[in-house]
């Protein structure tokens, strides 16, 4: 089977260019599974009730987050929506789930959003809270998005679950890394999608305004870029009866 996951999703012009060009990734590369980071989906960041519909109607199967899954005021309303997912390591209490498992008749997939902690929020221990998930799922086919900003603790993890999970791919950093590859023979990793949005840009902001921001360190309000839109995403190829990833492949599009 194939699974595609797209890497995070910015703003009008990411929601844009996911509409027009997602449908025919999956014709062309014979997906099974989609699964899209749409944490910064909404303009002006975020994730609403709209753009996680138009990320659905899109041809998305499973929506994950991160940091900022709870920055709009809707967020509440966004996370009972079937299948959208908020890390899995929020304390008890916080709305919404972290792991779903689509039933797709004799196949099961689970997938897992997690969060790291270097450098962001302090919430609860990945890896302590990935060791509690994994004993509930029954299905060998479980793929984490792991939403992380440390390179090392993105590596760490993938180790860690190396041989009790298909994949783990990184988000959050928007920019897509060089270092697809299977971990111990069994589980696909990537360090980092990528992103789909504005390629000309920083991490999907105008760039005069974010290189005001790393210049004088006063605070800037961010506008989405709208130029040169592309999509980042990885093709994982897996055996349904095993879990185990045959293949990781970097996708790039751009018009």
Known sequence: MRLLFVGDVVGYIGCAFLWDNLKQIKRD????????????????????KKSAEHIFNSGADVITT?????KRKECNEVFT????????????????????VLDLGKVQIAVINLMGISFMEPIDNPFFKIDEVLKTIETPNIFVDFHAEATAEKKSMGYYLAERVTALVGTHT???????????G?????????????EESVIGVEIELAISR?????????????????????LIEFDEKTGICTKIQKIIKRN
């Not at 991160?66 to 709870?70: K, L, M, P, S």
């Not at 360190?217 to 990885?234: D, G, I, M």
């Open 174 to 184: 928007h920019v897509q890394t060089n270092d697809s590859q299977i971990l111990c």
């Open 214 to 234: 790393q210049k004088y360190h006063t605070p800037v309000q961010f506008k989405e870029a709208t130029e040169k839109p592309f999509l980042n995403a990885v």
């Open 66 to 70: 991160g940091n900022h899954a709870f």
């Open 81 to 100: 929506m079937p299948n959208i997912l908020r890390p899995i390591n929020f304390p008890e209490g916080v709305q919404g789930r972290g792991v779903t």
């Open 29 to 48: 590369h014979k997906v099974d599974i989609i699964a899209v980071n749409g944490e910064n989906s909404a303009v002006g960041n975020g994730i609403t």
């Open 186 to 198: 069994h589980t696909g990793y990537i360090t980092d999608i990528g992103m789909t949005g504005s």
